[in-house]
């Protein structure tokens, strides 16, 4: 079987449905009338392993979740393919073979998830008779830095590391978006792309949203809550939906930036168009409007911190670093920030709240009197 081409056809929702379709024909259930891939095609396994463990009906993806997915699975077959192995071969050697292989390739965070994925084909397998051993067992997960760092190699010769935080302190992060709308090079809709620009900025910075989520926002995103103050809505990790309070800084930002456009500025949350934007044309007006991608994002961001000449490390999620620090470091509750962030788990939050605890130590030895 060619796995790749396999995994190619899966790529499409008509594919899914058809198959979902298709497998009321399938005799694939056992005498109490409950799943069994005993005897199955290998086929029949990796489909039902996509389709109801994977992507189910009744959950909904992110695209990052649907592509991380994608590209565990290809990491798998490929590696399956590279030693003409089928999925009926796996067993203890060759599941600490492939768990091997991914500890040395890849970072323990893209490991992790590999393995999580690997982990989860192994079990569906045991728990539908594809395979008689709890062959998950035998996988190893590497150990995983929690926290939001980059890690520096000191020195070549060495497995020493120096570890840098991936966040901006006030001042920085200020300096940096006042960039924004100035790598504006175009002539046509150059005060509505600079207004945008400079609004990307603000609400990465005074928000703390995933770029998913800042990418996904709509006009009718944005609503008044009963005191008369803006919130965002978003869906987050997981699909679970947050509100976000925005600040009156990035409320009049935004309303700069629609008027810019000649769109209204009273509140719709009925309008579903993107409130991010790009023109892939010069000369296409600015009614036929396109969601903003990530790639373009991230570009916006490393063209607005080179020309600052600042850290070219520096990516959209530094600011939610920067964001979620600075609440703590002004005693905004842990509980407040956990929902705003939208972590979770309160943990992930508390991980912020250990480190500026830390970079306040000498704050307190300085209280005390030693001499």
Do not use: C
Request: no cysteine; charged share 25%.
């Amino acid at each position: 079987m060619n796995y790749l081409t396999l995994l190619q056809n899966m790529n499409g929702e008509q594919y899914l449905t058809h198959l979902q379709e298709n497998l009321k024909a399938r005799h694939l259930l056992d005498e109490n009338r409950n799943l069994t891939l005993e005897n199955s095609t290998e086929q029949d396994f990796l489909e039902l392993f996509f389709l109801e463990e994977l992507f189910p009906q009744d959950k909904r993806l992110s695209v990052h979740t649907v592509k991380a997915y994608r590209s565990d699975a290809k990491t798998l077959l490929t590696f399956l393919t590279d030693y003409s192995l089928s999925f009926r071969d796996l067993g203890f050697p060759e599941v600490k073979a492939y768990n091997q292989f991914i500890n040395e390739k890849y970072a323990a965070k893209s490991a992790i998830r590999k393995l999580e994925f690997f982990r989860r084909l192994l079990d569906f397998g045991y728990e539908t008779q594809f395979y008689k051993a709890h062959l998950s067992t035998w996988i190893s997960k590497p150990l995983s830095k929690k926290g939001h760092h980059i890690i520096e190699e000191t020195r070549h010769e060495e497995a020493q590391t120096r570890v840098q935080v991936r966040e901006l302190n006030q001042r920085e992060a200020e300096f940096l978006i006042s960039f924004f709308p100035k790598i504006v090079r175009a002539t046509r809709n150059r005060e509505q792309l600079e207004k945008r620009n400079l609004l990307i900025g603000y609400l990465l910075y005074t928000t703390g949203l995933r770029a998913s989520e800042l990418l996904s926002l709509n006009w009718g995103s944005f609503r008044y809550n009963r005191k008369g103050f803006l919130f965002a809505d978003v869906i987050g990790k997981g699909n679970k939906p947050r509100s976000i309070p925005i600040r009156e800084e990035t409320k009049e930002i935004l309303f700069s930036f629609r008027k810019s456009m000649d769109d209204s500025v009273e509140i719709n949350m009925q309008d579903t168009s993107p409130l991010f934007f790009a023109l892939y044309n010069k000369n296409e007006p600015l009614e036929n409007k396109k969601r903003l991608t990530y790639p373009a994002l991230y570009k916006i961001v490393k063209e607005a911190v080179q020309l600052a000449g600042k850290n070219l490390s520096v990516t959209p999620h530094w600011f939610r670093h920067t964001f979620v620090t600075l609440l703590l470091e002004n005693d905004v509750p842990l509980a407040v920030v956990k929902d705003w962030a939208g972590h979770s788990d309160i943990s992930t939050t508390n991980i912020y709240l250990e480190r500026i605890n830390q970079d306040n130590s000498y704050l307190h030895l300085n209280k005390v009197n030693l001499f």
